[in-house]
């Protein structure tokens, strides 16, 4: 891990990630005294600005900083932070960074240099060239974290990785999928490993099915543009909901080293043949009270075929799986935020209880982090009937005083001490790119179309359907 004498640069440090993101994440971990003695922040950005207006511009998402405490450390943070402006594709600007940290540096022993790249993909490559070429260390640790889009296909993101790994070792490189800085998304592992009772019963014997769903009440009002490019099926499904799809169900790693746990994940997403069109159910949203459609934006091209909601069917082809269809959903607009797994249960054999439901296991990733189990319990009282009860652990109820961290706090944590655990590795992304590549192209082709959803529902109307067609029932949801 870094000891000390660590600089942080953040490039890209006047954009939005960087500053609703990345520095209240190094702002709450500076706060907890988490960060390696004699850190420096430096910005790098392309915008010409003074420190006070850059430490304006930082200081905006930064939470509970008003006065006492929180107020001398926001004061004490922004003193670790500087900002040098500079081309993101010139080697001058680059050697000035260069020497600004050398400046940072002098007379450290051991000195540690850590780049997060908050930028756009488009300048991925063109930077870390940039880095490698005059700001490595010789002597000392260098890392390099990034962020997606990692290319748009198979062919585009081996394209990419493969100019990276050119210039920056596997052990240099953290990718990042904030979903698995995420506290219950790390949970998975505990529940799932640390409880026979949860593991035994994940398997087809058992489970009918399983949802993996995300659901954002808003829409990509300000960044249609980007969006437009990439649809949701690129921007949650490829990445965050297939790490969640690999982590529900791997089999157990041989020890909780990166190596094994990453190994693990890529076996069994080896074994999801890539997805076909006939499980595929996309949409679009259309404007809906004062709530503007998608195509009302005007960054989006008035005939874009772009998903903003889509369902998958995966399959997970192994002895555990086989049959058990996964559906991955996500979609913006929608009629509330939120993230969960629902693995359901099959009926109850022999039609012993009429009014019986299903079994479910709920973990829901946020809002309101839980996991919870759908049973059926004997009416209370003389008469012989069945009642859904759960059994739940909402965590703010069980672990009242407990903060939970923001995944970003936790991914720069373990970045900082070398943990490759919750990051992506290169053959990670290769076989996911596998299972999505061909349906993202017959989508780019339009031979698949969007189905239109007004803003606020629950999606397109043929939803329902296609969930029923996998299995699952609904009597159960709730
Ligand atoms: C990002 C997507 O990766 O994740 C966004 O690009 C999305 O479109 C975001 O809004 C959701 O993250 P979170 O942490 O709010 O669930």
Redesign the pocket.
């Known amino acids: 891990s870094l000891q000390e004498d660590t600089i942080i640069v953040v490039l890209g440090a006047s954009g939005d990630l960087a500053k609703k993101k990345t520095y209240p994440a190094l702002f709450n971990l500076h706060r907890l005294q988490l960060l390696p003695k004699n850190t420096s922040i430096v910005g790098y950005a392309r915008t010409k600005m003074d420190e006070p207006t850059f430490h304006g511009k930082i200081s905006e998402h930064l939470k509970n900083v008003d006065s006492g405490e929180g107020k001398k450390a926001k004061e004490d943070f922004l003193k670790l932070c500087t900002y040098v402006p500079g081309a993101y594709d010139q080697d001058d600007a680059f050697a000035k960074l260069n020497k600004e940290m050398e400046k940072i540096e002098s007379g450290a022993k051991n000195p540690n240099r850590v780049f997060y790249m908050a930028l756009p993909p488009n300048v991925f490559t063109v930077v870390a060239a940039g880095l490698k070429k005059n700001c490595y260390l010789e002597k000392g640790n260098n890392r390099i974290i990034i962020e997606?889009p990692f290319g748009k296909d198979l062919e585009s993101s081996r394209e990419m990785m493969g100019k990276l790994k050119d210039l920056w070792k596997e052990e240099e490189t953290f990718r990042i999928d904030?979903?698995l800085g995420?506290e219950m998304v790390k949970n998975l592992l505990v529940m799932r490993f640390g409880n026979p009772i949860i593991d035994a019963g994940l398997n087809n014997k058992l489970v009918d099915n399983v949802q993996i769903t995300?659901k954002?009440p808003f829409g990509?009002e300000g960044?249609g543009g980007y969006?437009d490019e990439f649809g949701i099926i690129r921007?949650?499904q490829q990445?965050?909901l297939s790490q969640v799809l690999s982590l529900i169900s791997m089999e157990r790693p041989k020890s909780f080293s990166a190596e094994h746990i990453r190994d693990e994940k890529v076996k069994v997403l080896k074994t999801v043949p890539a997805i076909e069109a006939k499980d595929v159910l996309l949409g679009q949203y259309a404007a809906h009270g004062d709530k503007p459609g998608y195509k009302d934006d005007d960054t989006v091209p008035k005939d874009s075929n772009c998903p903003t909601f889509a369902a998958l069917t995966l399959f997970v082809n192994n002895e555990r799986w086989k049959g058990v269809p996964f559906i991955l959903k996500a979609g913006?607009a929608l009629d509330e935020a939120k993230?969960e797994i629902r693995i359901q249960y099959k009926d109850i054999e022999g039609g012993l209880f009429e009014d019986a439901q299903r079994n479910e296991l709920v973990i829901r990733i946020?809002p309101n982090e839980a996991v919870y189990i759908k049973l059926n319990a004997k009416t209370p009282g003389l008469h012989m009937g069945t009642l859904p009860a759960d059994l739940d652990l909402t965590y703010k109820e069980r672990f009242e005083d407990a903060r939970i961290p923001e995944?970003y706090e936790a991914l720069i944590l373990d970045a900082l001490n070398g943990d490759h655990s919750n990051f992506v590795r290169d053959d990670e992304l290769d076989v996911s790119w596998k299972i999505f590549t061909p349906i993202l192209h017959a989508i780019d082709e339009g031979k698949i179309k969007p189905e239109s959803y007004p803003y606020g529902s629950r999606g397109p109307e043929n939803l329902n359907d296609f969930i029923a067609k996998y299995g699952f029932k609904r009597s159960n949801e709730g």
Do not use: L, S
């Open positions: 997606k904030h979903y995420k995300f954002e990509t960044r969006f921007d949650i990445n965050h913006k993230v946020q995944a």
